[in-house]
């Protein structure tokens, strides 16, 4: 199960960090990491991190402004989001997959999702 915390609300510019907790670490994941749903559009995938070495992908959007890590100790995953815009309004998703980072690039790769919590953004 994954169980979200943080997101809210933020001005333009500043940041915020969403934090996601793997409570029973299914054996078969391999990879966790976040997508987004933005009013009107559809899910977006936002990156993910392998479990085990820490490698990353970030989605070529969002790569120079969000950056994805995880506390093995905590089985927890984060999403620190930098230079916040508008844009980034939306609900955002914790996911788990049983595919490593080279894999998994669409919300069809998810096996386990968190509950979501909501980012507002305003200018």
């Known amino acids: 199960q994954l169980v979200e915390s943080g997101g809210g609300s933020a001005q333009a510019g500043y940041s915020l960090t969403s934090s996601c907790v793997s409570t029973?670490?299914?054996?078969?994941?391999?990879?966790m990491g976040w997508l987004r749903e933005a009013p009107g559009k559809g899910q977006e995938f936002l990156g993910v991190i392998n479990w085990n070495d820490g490698d990353t992908y970030h989605a070529v959007d969002v790569k120079c402004r969000f950056i994805i890590s995880r506390d093995v100790a905590k089985s927890t995953v984060y999403l620190q989001m930098n230079r916040l815009t508008p844009d980034d309004t939306a609900v955002y998703s914790c996911?788990?997959?049983?595919?490593?980072?080279?894999?998994?690039?669409?919300?069809?790769?998810?096996?386990?999702w968190g509950q979501g919590t909501r980012v507002t953004v305003s200018a």
């Open positions: 996911a788990a997959t049983i595919f490593s980072i080279q894999r998994a690039r669409a919300p069809g790769d998810i096996k386990y």
């Open positions: 029973d670490r299914s054996s078969d994941i391999v990879a």
